[in-house]
């Protein structure tokens, strides 16, 4: 099944630092997601990005994509201890005449007070 | 709305007993998820289905998983019997379409089989 990989696996930063994380996929999509998990909760959308689009913003966040490395990237500017979480993207998988979101193994971001 | 809603939080059962999760889907959702998140594994998807009818089911791990949904606002999810590999955290998902369309996760089922 289509399925991104998130890198790095852990992130560890100071508040006010930005994050990165990079998710890369396999093959061609119309779109990719991003999702943040909180510990012991659900996951919660946070941006989603067309293949035509090659960034996309939303508050502190920052979505790039580039097709032709099928890759992306998000990056949340001046992290707070509330961005502490895991962060996953998705990516579709054609089931059943659908394509459904399949997600990577997230990265675990740490911000540290 | 009160959002993606799931029963029972925690569940702490002895090896070889049924376990039955139960999810409400938020209201006007035509689709609905059921996955599996591990360590090892990491997020799963076990079924999914439309309008009250399973789609793909290719991703429940064997006959022991069965999962239902007699109408438009619930769905249950039965391992029996259950066994310590089942351990984990289940989550139940709803959407309005797919493709483009965000998932609404519920809060999570955490099964612990001994």
């Known amino acids: 099944s289509q399925q991104g990989e998130e890198d790095p696996q852990a992130l560890s930063i100071q508040e006010g630092e930005n994050a990165t994380m990079n998710c890369s996929y396999k093959?061609?999509?119309?779109?990719l997601q991003w999702y943040r998990q909180n510990s012991g909760r659900g996951l919660v959308h946070l941006i989603l990005i067309r293949s035509n689009e090659r960034e996309k913003h939303s508050g502190r966040l920052r979505v790039t994509l580039d097709t032709s490395k099928k890759s992306s990237s998000l990056l949340i500017t001046a992290s707070r201890a509330a961005d502490t979480a895991s962060y996953f993207c998705a990516t579709p998988y054609a089931s059943g005449g659908s394509y459904i979101p399949t997600f990577g193994r997230g990265t675990s971001l740490i911000v540290h007070p | 709305d009160a959002g993606v809603i799931q029963s029972p939080r925690h569940e702490v059962t002895e090896m070889g007993q049924e376990v039955t999760l139960r999810c409400k889907p938020i209201s006007g959702h035509d689709y609905l998820f059921w996955y599996r998140q591990t360590m090892m594994r990491g997020l799963e998807l076990l079924i999914y289905?439309?309008?009250?009818?399973?789609?793909?089911d290719s991703g429940m791990p064997e006959d022991r998983f069965s999962a239902k949904m007699p109408n438009a606002s619930f769905s249950t999810l039965k391992i029996q019997p259950s066994e310590p590999r089942d351990s984990a955290v289940y989550f139940c998902a709803s959407s309005q379409g797919t493709g483009q369309n965000e998932q609404f996760f519920g809060p999570g089922t955490r099964l612990t089989v001994l």
């Open positions: 289905f439309n309008n009250n009818v399973p789609i793909d």
């Open positions: 093959t061609s999509i119309n779109n």
